[in-house]
């Protein structure tokens, strides 16, 4: 997986420069099957989710984004999701472009933004090799 210094330094050369076309929506690129939890549940019930994934997001009584919680916030203190998530967290919608998504990832170093809906749902997920497979094919 790239990390976040290839992936700015790729940002740097093709887009910035204007060599990558103006851009893919993120609708185009996210991924859909994703996974969210609530911010009550115990970080030990997680463990095997992140055999499958590196991050999970947390969502309310009504299915709004609130969080999102990586395998690295697995390392800080506490027992419960609500205690290691990232909070607010860093977002898109479905319109905004891959380039819109490779600078708020840069800006803010997360490997990771849902994808929500006008009402805040979530409805899929970009990641660093999303961004990065997107920008390299020109989108």
Do not use: W
Not at 13 to 40: F, P, W, Y
């Amino acid at each position: 997986m790239p990390s976040l210094e290839d992936v700015s330094e790729y940002f740097q050369k093709h887009v910035l420069k204007n060599q990558a076309q103006e851009g893919s929506r993120l609708e185009e690129v996210m991924s859909r099957q994703i996974i969210c939890v609530t911010e009550g549940i115990a970080l030990e019930q997680l463990s095997n989710t992140f055999k499958k994934v590196s991050g999970v997001c947390v969502v309310d009584d009504e299915k709004r984004l609130i969080g999102v919680v990586s395998r690295k916030d697995l390392d800080r203190e506490g027992t419960t999701v609500r205690e290691v998530m990232s909070s607010p967290p860093v977002a898109c919608k479905a319109d905004a472009t891959v380039r819109d998504a490779a600078a708020l990832m840069l800006k803010h170093k997360v490997h990771r933004i849902p994808v929500v809906d006008s009402q805040a749902q979530v409805i899929g997920m970009v990641t660093r090799t999303d961004i990065f497979t997107a920008l390299e094919a020109g989108h």
